[in-house]
């Protein structure tokens, strides 16, 4: 799991970074998966809540759950939804019983994973036979522009490190139909597969560049381990890949989503 041990820094910066999409991601594979009015439902990897936050405006807070295994994530879903039950824990040990919601879904969460089969199978197993199991993941390959065009900066200014941390290179399930492969290794029938599409909108190339060294994500952490002249080049190669100005802009990500029903 490439990169999970960054997610335990600070949620506020994880909004600023890839977190800007989540809102639109989260209605977009709440639509896609079919959770409707009524369901019982688990967010599992909630990060800092977005999709929480979209199950509780579609189903209400009284049916909805959150785990994820980051204590500063938990903390920060708790504080915005203080409503919805928060735990701390990791998706193939999840902590309810057998068949306890209509639906379980995970956000841009399967490739960090110990264990993404064993992960799956625990979605399937909370969740209610013929229930709904969903998920998405980036496609780092070309259609996340804003960490695509990171990755190719860092082989700009550090080829051989950037060829060995690119989330393209480095991460499963993010590539068209692995997921779907994925699901019905983990015992999900009816599998569906398909494209998101978000936006986020920026101010300048400084409001993008400001999470990076922070760390959050393998992104941030690759940032944050260069020096200063090191960072300085990076700042310099991805605003050239970008192609922009100082003035604001709107960058586009795919994630592929897949859903399926359980079995028991």
Known sequence: MPGAETFRGSASAYDRHVGRYSAQLASALIGFAGVEPGMRALDVG?????????????????SVRAVDPSEPFVEACRTRLPEIEVVVAAADALPFADGEFDAALSQLVVNFMADAEAGVREMARVTRPDG??????????????????????????????AGAEDEAVVMRWCAEDELADLW???GLR???????????????????WSPFPMGIGP???????????GRAALHDAYRRRLGVGDGPFELTARA?????TARH
């Open 190 to 208: 009816d599998v569906r597969f398909g494209p998101l599409l978000v936006s986020a909108t920026y101010t300048d190339f400084e409001d993008l």
């Open 132 to 161: 709904l199991v969903a998920s998405c993941v980036w496609d780092y390959t070309g259609g996340m522009t804003l960490l695509r065009a990171f990755w190719d900066a860092a082989y700009d200014v550090e080829p051989q490190r």
């Open 219 to 229: 992104s941030g952490a690759f940032c944050q381990s260069l020096d200063e002249d």
């Open 256 to 260: 592929w989503a897949v859903t399926g």
């Open 46 to 62: 909630c990060g800092p809540g977005a999709l929480t936050t979209a199950l509780a405006q579609r189903l209400g807070t009284a």
């Open 184 to 186: 019905r290794a983990a």
